[in-house]
């Protein structure tokens, strides 16, 4: 059957700020002019994480309805709070959006917000995609596999993490329990690269021509690894970071347990902490590629272990 091909744009009211201004997700609908699946993407569910916002402003702009089977909806900025305050967590609670999925509409402001985003958008999807990515300062490369091996693979980036015990409480947690078809893309951060944008850019493209719902050939993936061990290293000392490796590290391998950073007192100029890889072969996946200020427990570096990880089949 064929439909007319429509844009549809609205804005969920959550609830209401002490000011009275509305707090509300924004979704953005397409409609293809054929049958088709509902593929959903979602960005800034973390508020820090930017890159997901443009990636998703560019899909919207370059889709053409005309040739989409199904439909499309984007919710580009998932927690309006966080990204007002470039926090990783809502600012009014503290709570991680990304770990209190389903939400309570009962419970706290973040739970509210789950539970919005899931009567509203993910309840109405058939397959996900949730962008993610460093943050404000490191950068990221990888994508998860979640229940559907194939269409992570289609994304196309050479770093894959098949996790042991995957977080709970995630968007990609309740859709996969639901059996959509979920993937999660860390890409990006920091200086949020044009590179990493067009990347997620043409991911999305390829996984929507694997899923039939646009024309063209699916691009075969690069050699691709999968991580089965990650080691996320936390500075245990605050102070001034003095990075070995810069961003362009990220996807390369370090050889040997070498040094990747040091932190500093910036008062007394001590230095306070040597951060070392933690491998023999070591997959750089996200790092702190500048001098910066570091507080103790931030994210610092995530290295893959290559001697356990899984190559192409």
Not at 35 to 41: D, K, N
Not at 100 to 114: E, H, L, R, S
Not at 177 to 194: A, M
Not at 300 to 312: I, S, Y
């Amino acid at each position: 059957m064929t439909v007319t091909s429509t844009r549809e744009y609205k804005e969920v009211v959550v609830t209401h700020l002490s000011n009275g201004t509305p707090l509300s997700l924004p979704i953005h609908t397409i409609h293809g002019v054929k049958e088709g699946p509902v593929l959903g993407i979602s960005a800034l569910v973390h508020g820090d994480e930017i890159i997901g916002a443009e990636i998703v402003r560019r899909v919207y702009n370059r889709l053409d309805e005309k040739e989409l089977s199904g439909v499309v909806k984007l919710l580009p900025v998932s927690n309006p709070l966080a990204f007002e305050s470039m926090t990783r967590n809502t600012p009014l609670d503290m709570n991680n959006l990304n770990r209190v999925f389903p939400g309570d509409k009962n419970g706290w402001v973040t739970d509210q917000i789950a539970n919005a985003m899931v009567e509203n958008f993910l309840d109405h999807i058939d397959v996900y995609i949730d962008l993610h990515a460093g943050g404000a300062t490191p950068v990221v490369d990888y994508v998860y596999i979640q229940n559907d091996e194939e269409l992570s693979r289609a994304f196309n980036f050479p770093i894959l993490y098949r996790p042991a015990n995957p977080y709970e409480g995630t968007t990609a947690t309740y859709t996969t329990e639901k059996g959509i078809p979920s993937i999660t893309v860390e890409v990006g951060g920091g200086p949020n690269y044009d590179k990493d944008i067009e990347r997620g850019v043409e991911g999305i493209f390829n996984v929507m021509r694997k899923l039939k719902m646009i024309p063209g050939e699916v691009a075969p993936p690069p050699e691709q690894k999968v991580m089965t061990e990650i080691a996320g290293i936390r500075p245990k000392e605050g102070g001034i970071m003095v990075p070995a490796f810069d961003f362009s590290s990220v996807g390369t391998v370090i050889e040997g347990k070498q040094v990747l950073a040091r932190t500093y007192n910036p008062r007394t100029f001590e230095e306070l902490e040597v951060i070392r890889a933690p491998f023999e072969r070591n997959v750089v996946i996200l790092t702190r590629g500048l001098f910066n200020k570091v507080s103790p427990g931030d994210y610092g570096f995530m290295l893959g272990n290559l001697d356990t990880a899984e190559e192409n089949e």
